[in-house]
T-cell receptor, first 110, second 110 residues
Framework: DTAVSQTPKYLVTQMGNDKSIKCEQNLGHDTMYWYKQDSKKFLKIMFSYNNKELIINETVPNRFSPKSPDKAHLNLHINSLELGDSAVYFC?????????FGQGTRLTVV | GQQVMQIPQYQHVQEGEDFTTYCNSSTTLSNIQWYKQRPGGHPVFLIQLVKSGEVKKQKRLTFQFGEAKKNSSLHITATQTTDVGTYFCAANQAGTALIFGKGTTLSVSS
């Protein structure tokens, strides 16, 4: 069983569209994250959720909204996609220390 | 917010040479983690250091945590082509967010 799974793996969409990326973890972890990795490999934290409550919200555009229906899921919804949103988005979860990452979603906005 | 600075950004070595990446923080860290991301893959946890002056080894990899708990290093002895990838340090920010350094991308030629 995959510990942290995110879908889709690839997403190509036009500017202005709205899209969602789903993430699920079966590890029983309390904290889940969304990271954006740009072409220079920088891993920038976007959101952090702990027990369904947002505890860190970095200065990302409000077009990005995390949604957590329960402790095992943290989905990322993006409105009005822009070219600069093209990147790889990683979901991760942790309990106390190490973070487990999903396989990533490569988003391409055209 | 807390930041961890990591250098160098890129490093190319000949197979068999050693490699070191460094991570520095302006504030005292409670712990530091190291991750490896293979090309096209996702970050994978390598190790966590907690104690001042701690040194841990994993085969050819040596991890150190500074006495002041503000810096850390990862040293690879006699690199192999399988060591190729990007190495990240990461630290927990207050509120449990895991903040990553910008990574060091290692390339190895045989």
């Amino acid at each position: 069983d995959t510990a942290v799974s995110q879908t889709p793996k690839y997403l190509v969409t036009q500017m202005g569209n709205d899209k969602s990326i789903k993430c699920e973890q079966n590890l029983g972890h309390d904290t889940m994250y969304w990271y954006k990795q740009d072409s220079k490999k920088f891993l920038k934290i976007m959101f952090s959720y702990n027990n369904k409550e947002l505890i860190i919200n970095e200065t990302v555009p409000n077009r990005f909204s995390p949604k957590s229906p329960d402790k095992a899921h943290l989905n990322l919804h993006i409105n009005s996609l822009e070219l600069g949103d093209s990147a790889v988005y990683f979901c991760a979860s942790s309990l106390d220390s190490e973070a487990f990452f999903g396989q990533g979603t490569r988003l391409t906005v055209v | 917010g807390q930041q961890v600075m990591q250098i160098p950004q890129y490093q190319h070595v000949q197979e068999g040479e050693d490699f070191t990446t460094y991570c520095n923080s302006s504030t005292t860290l409670s712990n530091i983690q190291w991750y490896k991301q293979r090309p096209g893959g996702h970050p994978v946890f390598l190790i966590q250091l907690v104690k001042s002056g701690e040194v841990k080894k994993q085969k050819r990899l040596t991890f150190q945590f500074g006495e002041a708990k503000k810096n850390s290093s990862l040293h690879i002895t006699a690199t192999q082509t399988t060591d190729v990838g990007t190495y990240f340090c990461a630290a927990n920010q207050a509120g449990t967010a895991l903040i990553f350094g910008k990574g060091t991308t290692l390339s190895v030629s045989s």
